[in-house]
């Protein structure tokens, strides 16, 4: 039986999300797709109009099929978490049933269960500031929209996963490492992703038999990096510093999660794969 896997945080063919989804649908999976709310017409009809099909390419030439799209705000758990100005905002008014819970009811409604549960989502709006410059209110979005939204999201899918299932996400090394420049929380989400996939892997799999595990990515030209400033930098220092010099593609990212989702990986969980070239492994820069 094929499996089925719902991937949070796809709005466009540049991302990891999207990567992933295509190496999953090349193993053979079914694809949902949770796409964030204000994002979500711009992806929708870039995809009924053909924009992606050329991303859409798999190994065997056949297209990626996406089975549903459906809006999310991982920021939100239930509808009586939603703000008055955001319930009313144009853009989040014209779709409905896009808060944690109610995506998670909506998925069990139409397919029952799920195998793979994939987070390749973050937020910070104040990346482009130092910590020492970051406000309270700022961290604290950081760390909701990029932290407690795996919390959440595992935690309301964790009873329609199958037992066998995998939960990955995707995290950077900023989180152990000094990277200026990845501001305004950021690298405190992620230190508290990677540590919350530890105690959620032992809670999880103990719960439900569900393996928990994180890819620390290197660095890759999307929508979210581009918005922090400082992508080609990080991108043209790994290939020159990596042991191996080359770009990083989406595509490894998305074989490295293909492999955790799979039976290869049935004893790995609560761990931080590096898929970065081998960049974590340096002492020094040359
Ligand atoms: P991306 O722009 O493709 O993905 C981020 C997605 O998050 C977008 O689709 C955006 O719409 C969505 N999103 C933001 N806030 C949301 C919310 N509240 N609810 C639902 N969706 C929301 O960029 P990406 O770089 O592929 O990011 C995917 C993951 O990879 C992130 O966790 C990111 O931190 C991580 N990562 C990226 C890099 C890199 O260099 N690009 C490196 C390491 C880790």
Known sequence: KGK??????????????????????????????????????????????????????????????????????????NPEDV??????????????????QEVAESVKEDFGSIDILVHSLANGPEVTKPLLETSRKGYLAAISASSYSYVSLLKHFLPILNPGGASISLTYIASERIIPGYGGGMS?????????????????????????????AGPLRSRAAKAIGFIDMMIDYSTVNAPLEKELSAEEVGNAAAFLASPLASAITGTVLYVDNGLNAMGVGI
């Open 83 to 100: 703000p008055e100005d955001i319930k009313t905002n144009k853009r989040y008014a014209g779709s409905a049933k896009w808060t944690v």
């Open 188 to 216: 405190s989400a992620k230190a508290a992703l990677e540590s919350d996939t530890r105690v959620l892997a032992f809670e999880a799999g103990r719960k439900r038999k569900v393996r928990v595990n994180t890819i620390s």
């Open 4 to 77: 089925r896997a719902f991937i949070a945080g796809v709005a466009d063919d540049h991302g990891y999300g999207w990567a992933i989804a295509k190496s999953l649908a090349a193993a053979g999976a079914e694809i949902l797709v949770g796409t964030w709310v204000p994002a979500l017409n711009i992806f929708e009809s870039s995809l009924r109009r053909g924009k992606f099909d050329e991303s859409r390419i798999l190994p065997d030439g056949s297209l990626m099929e996406i089975t549903k799209v459906y809006p999310l705000d991982a920021v939100f758990d």
